[in-house]
T-cell receptor, first 114, second 116 residues
């Protein structure tokens, strides 16, 4: 069965510092991978996605993620965090065939210190 | 476009009462999804519709939950009777297609339900 693990429940970084949020998936085939962000009181917004090809994908708001098949990981990164990045981040995986029945990780809550 | 619109944003009710959550998808989107978000279980897909027809309701927790989509611009999720363990944030999402390549999921702001 597919599963998504986000090992870090909470992360705190200082504004301007770099960020890496971890995501590991359990899957037999090449997965469809996503990162979503949920700001307080808001719905989820797609940051970026990976289907195939270049393993480093760029998203909105200066985020990027790298797919590493050997590690079954799809970690989200940002070189310099802004206070407005404080939110909850969800990694998700899509089933074979690329259908919109996504399975979400438990989320990582990011706090940003001034 | 206004995006996916959900109502109410917050609902507080007592155990045993009926709860109805509402969703208006983005115009032209053929797929509508209901998700539930809890601390214990995270985000779970409850049910999804295609062209107003329920396709997969395997995520609906039990018979107390029901969902309908009477037309392309409106869906409801009903809980009757409600229980404290139903307390959660319920999200509605819509997409243009079922394929991730062509159908990004757009989420509403959610309905926070508290059952006392």
């Amino acid at each position: 069965a597919q599963s998504v693990t986000q090992p870090d429940i909470h992360i705190t970084v200082s504004e301007g510092a770099s960020l890496e949020l971890r995501c590991n998936y359990s899957y037999g085939a090449t997965p469809y991978l996503f990162w979503y962000v949920q700001s307080p009181g808001q719905g989820l917004q797609l940051l970026l996605k990976y289907f195939s090809g270049d393993t480093l994908v760029q998203g909105i708001k200066g985020f990027e993620a790298e797919f590493k098949r050997s590690q079954s990981s799809f970690n989200l990164r940002k070189p310099s965090v802004h206070w407005s990045d404080a939110a909850e981040y969800f990694c998700a995986v899509g089933p074979p065939g690329g259908y919109n029945k996504l399975i979400f990780g438990a989320g990582t809550r990011l706090a940003v210190h001034p | 476009d206004a995006g996916v619109i959900q109502s109410p944003r917050h609902e507080v009710t007592e155990m045993g009462q009926e709860v109805t959550l509402r969703c208006k998808p983005i115009s032209g989107h053929d797929y509508l999804f209901w998700y539930r978000q809890t601390m214990m279980r995270g985000l779970e897909l409850l049910i999804y519709f295609n062209n107003n027809v329920p396709i997969d309701d395997s995520g609906m927790p039990e018979d107390r939950f029901s969902a309908k989509m009477p037309n392309a611009s409106f869906s409801t999720l009903k809980i009757q009777p409600s229980e404290p363990r139903d307390s959660a944030v319920y999200f509605c999402a819509s997409s243009l297609s079922f394929a991730v390549h062509t159908g990004e999921l757009f989420f509403g702001e959610g309905s926070r339900l508290t059952v006392l």
